[in-house]
């Protein structure tokens, strides 16, 4: 069974930055993609943003410009750095990991709590 564990998270001020951890209790290189996904009070999960195995990143347009995503598979982690972070960012931030060939999976960190105040 995959782990994985999302760190990171925290109060922060609007203009703030925060930089989110994800550590794999496998090779990242083993699954096709990692993602950043966030969900809102009230409001439905959304992915932030997506990294193909291939190299290829893919940000929702809210954060384009602002938030980047990285990996480090010697550590086996992923990460988001979030700058110019506004209130609209907050939310559970969750890490997941798929496998789209055999044997195929879908995975989910806990989540990590980012809160942006005004």
């Known amino acids: 069974q995959v782990q994985l564990v999302e760190s990171g998270g925290g109060l922060v001020q609007a203009g703030g930055s925060l930089r989110l951890s994800c550590a794999a209790s496998?090779?990242?290189?083993?699954?096709?993609?990692m993602g950043w996904f966030r969900q809102a009070p009230g409001k439905q999960r959304e992915l932030v943003a997506l990294?193909?195995?291939?190299?290829?990143?893919n940000y929702v347009d809210s954060v384009k410009g602002r938030f980047t995503f990285s990996r480090d598979n010697a550590e086996n982690t992923v990460y988001l750095q979030m700058n110019s972070l506004q209130p609209e960012d907050t939310g559970v931030y969750y890490c997941?990991?798929?496998?789209?060939?055999?044997?195929?999976?879908?995975?989910w960190g806990q989540g990590t709590q980012v809160t942006v105040s005004s």
């Open positions: 496998r090779s990242i290189t083993s699954f096709s993609d």
């Open positions: 997941r990991a798929a496998r789209t060939v055999w044997p195929k999976g879908t995975y």
């Open positions: 990294s193909t195995n291939g190299g290829s990143t």
